[in-house]
Nanobody, 121 residues
Framework: VQLQASGGGLVQAGGSLRLSCAASGRTFSTYHMGWFRQAPGKEREFVAVASWSGASTSYADSVKGRFTISRDNAKNTVFLQMNSLKPEDAAVYYC???????????????WGQGTQVTVSS
């Protein structure tokens, strides 16, 4: 599956952004979908994952209660709603697809190109 992330931008602390990740192919609904982020000089870190149906989700502790992952299988799209953004949320955000419901980056088979999120204080 090929993935295209979008929706990043510049936002003030406390603001919101909604990231989207559009997938090509007819197998999107068979994948669990995740969001990861990578800040300069840091390793890529898990943010959120949704099961193939969207019924199960998991979040990093740092974003729990502020971010929401969801998906629309009819539109082959997964979303990340980010509220109450903090400067430490600034990073390049990547969407990824996996056959496993996992938080481990190496278990994801396909990756989008990333979208930049900048949060001003």
């Amino acid at each position: 599956v090929q993935l295209q992330a979008s929706g990043g931008g510049l936002v003030q602390a406390g603001g919101s952004l909604r990231l989207s990740c559009a997938a090509s192919g007819r197998t999107f609904s068979t994948y669990h979908m995740g969001w990861f982020r990578q800040a300069p000089g840091k390793e890529r870190e898990f943010v959120a994952v949704a099961s193939w149906s969207g019924a199960s989700t998991s979040y990093a502790d740092s974003v729990k209660g502020r971010f929401t992952i969801s998906r629309d299988n009819a539109k082959n799209t997964v979303f990340l709603q980010m509220n109450s953004l903090k400067p430490e949320d600034a990073a390049v955000y990547y969407c990824a697809a996996s056959f496993l419901f996992t938080t481990v980056p190496s278990n994801f088979n396909s990756w989008g190109q990333g979208t930049q999120v900048t949060v001003s204080s």
